[in-house]
């Protein structure tokens, strides 16, 4: 099986920590999305759309879209569970995590960067600020979520790790990367650092992949 990611890519960080959460082994492969990798015409092959992550395993059609490689790694491998065993709670765990997945992620992503900068005139203060505003309010938003709603535990829901904290961390991650100040969100600092303490997500950190800078 292997993964096509980027070091510090947030959507590659989520399979990763699902990955090691299940004890899954992978290849990964990187694709330098700074230096227009995800543009080689083998990789577009592998995904038309240029983005990571991409699964691939032999035999088969590759695989794309974080969250669709979550769902799929869970019917995969069940245990330990990644979403909860009712409809309502994997419902809810499945809206917490689109909200950062499908609705903030996707607006700082390098590509939306890159057009940005070369169409719209940003320079890297304007940048800042444009993450400042959809990293905050995709967790300000989780924040009011896991502060009024019941389901909410030691981590998103419950009291063991969900699609739902991989989100949230991808985003947390992010923010503390580029030094981001987003105002307070207590619930989501106590639930990053419940994750902070767990090894799957410690080894997934964008660091401590290959490529990462020293």
């Known amino acids: 099986m292997d993964l096509y990611g980027y070091w510090r890519s947030a959507a590659t960080y989520r399979v990763r920590v699902a990955l090691n959460l299940k004890g899954i082994g992978v290849h990964e492969i990187p694709i330098d ?3 227009g990798e995800q543009d080689a015409p083998y990789f577009r ?13 032999p035999g088969l059609p590759p695989l794309t879209q974080s969250l669709a490689l979550l769902e799929y790694l869970e019917e ?7 979403l909860p065993a009712d409809p309502r709670g ?7 995590a689109a909200g950062i997945a499908a609705d903030s992620h996707p607006l700082i992503v390098p590509r939306v960067r890159n057009y940005l900068m070369q169409r719209e005139g940003f320079d890297a203060t304007r940048w800042k600020a444009w993450q400042t505003q959809w990293f905050g309010e995709g967790l300000r ?3 009011a979520r896991l502060t009024t709603e019941p389901g ?7 009291d063991m790790p969900t699609f739902a904290d991989l989100c949230l961390m991808s985003c947390v991650i992010g923010v503390r990367v580029f030094k981001l100040d987003i105002g307070p969100t207590p619930t989501v600092d106590r639930i990053a ?3 902070d303490e767990l090894e799957a997500f410690a080894r997934a950190h964008p ?8």
């Open 45 to 57: 092959a592998i995904n038309p759309q240029g983005a990571v992550p991409a699964l691939v395993e």
């Open 33 to 35: 999305l700074d230096k």
């Open 90 to 96: 994997r419902a809810r765990v499945r809206s917490l």
């Open 193 to 195: 650092t419940a994750c």
């Open 152 to 158: 909410t535990g030691k981590f998103c829901h419950g």
């Open 141 to 143: 938003t989780l924040e």
């Open 207 to 214: 660091k401590l992949q290959a490529g990462a800078p020293t």
């Open 76 to 82: 995969l491998h069940p245990h330990p569970a990644l």
